[in-house]
């Protein structure tokens, strides 16, 4: 299995272990949230070449509602990270993106942070991770008019088919998340038969968003199964099967 959205250091700094998803997973992206989270992710993950690093500021780097960064300490932040990237090698910009749910900082610093990542992962040649609540029509504007690398990914997809649809266009993977598995998310599960197969990728955002029936758990990225499990039955498709599409989507995606 893979899991194309894990935050591992975070499992262990909220108490989860990583042993055994490290041990039983093939393939994982493990995902950056702020301009210095690097190093230390690089420590804890170097010998283990089958996690893949990403690098990347989300929305929150944008700071609080209340007391938003200015924009000279973000591009600053900026800096640091696209060092990072350099130094560290890493394949993906991410994670980024824009999320009116916790309206971190303001509008326009999200808008800001998401087009100079966008325009980084042109730059470099990487693709790019996104983060999306609630900030559908935002991303679709940015997908058609901001520079950015050829291919990417929607993580935790929680959006509606235009954004689908356009970042399918992109040629942007589209990945669900373990409240895939919630019972009130039902208009998720309604979205999964309008992925085309091969672009379809499995995650957790561990240690976030366990799934059904580890909710109120820490998660740990091993959980992907649960999510697995969830998609194939809603497809319609064996679960091994279902296993090996998403590894070769995944391959595909990483030109691995
Ligand atoms: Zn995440």
Redesign the pocket.
């Known amino acids: 299995m893979i899991d194309s959205?894990a935050?591992f250091c975070l499992v262990l700094e909220h108490g989860g272990e990583i042993k055994s998803s490290l041990e039983a997973l093939r393939l994982a992206i493990d995902?950056g949230s702020t301009h210095s989270d690097l190093p230390e992710r690089y420590n804890c993950l170097k010998d283990y070449p089958h996690i893949l690093l990403a690098g990347g500021m989300g929305p929150w780097e944008t700071g609080e509602k209340d007391n938003p960064k200015s924009i000279n300490q973000i591009t600053s932040e900026l800096n640091i990270l696209k060092d990072y990237i350099i130094k560290y090698n890493v394949k993906f910009i991410g994670?980024t993106g824009l999320d009116n749910h916790y309206e971190y900082g303001t509008v326009e610093l999200q808008e800001y942070l998401f087009r100079e990542q966008l325009e980084l992962s042109y730059k470099l040649s990487k693709p790019v991770l996104i983060?999306n609540r609630e900030a559908d029509d935002s991303i679709i504007y940015d997908l058609l008019n901001i520079k950015h690398y050829h291919t990417g990914i929607i993580?935790c997809y929680s959006g509606n088919l235009k954004l689908m649809n356009t970042a399918i266009s992109e040629g942007f993977y589209i990945s669900y998340a373990g409240n895939i598995t919630y019972k009130s998310n039902s208009y998720l599960r309604d979205t999964l038969e309008y992925v085309p197969i091969d672009r379809l990728l499995v995650e957790t955002?561990s240690p976030y968003l366990p799934p059904v029936p580890l909710r109120g758990t820490v998660n740990i990225p091993l959980n992907v199964k649960y999510v697995y499990k969830c998609i194939s039955e809603v497809l319609n498709i064996h679960e091994e099967k279902l296993i090996e599409q998403v590894h070769s989507n995944f391959m595909n995606f990483c030109n691995m």
């Open positions: 959205h935050h995902i994670e983060h993580h955002d």
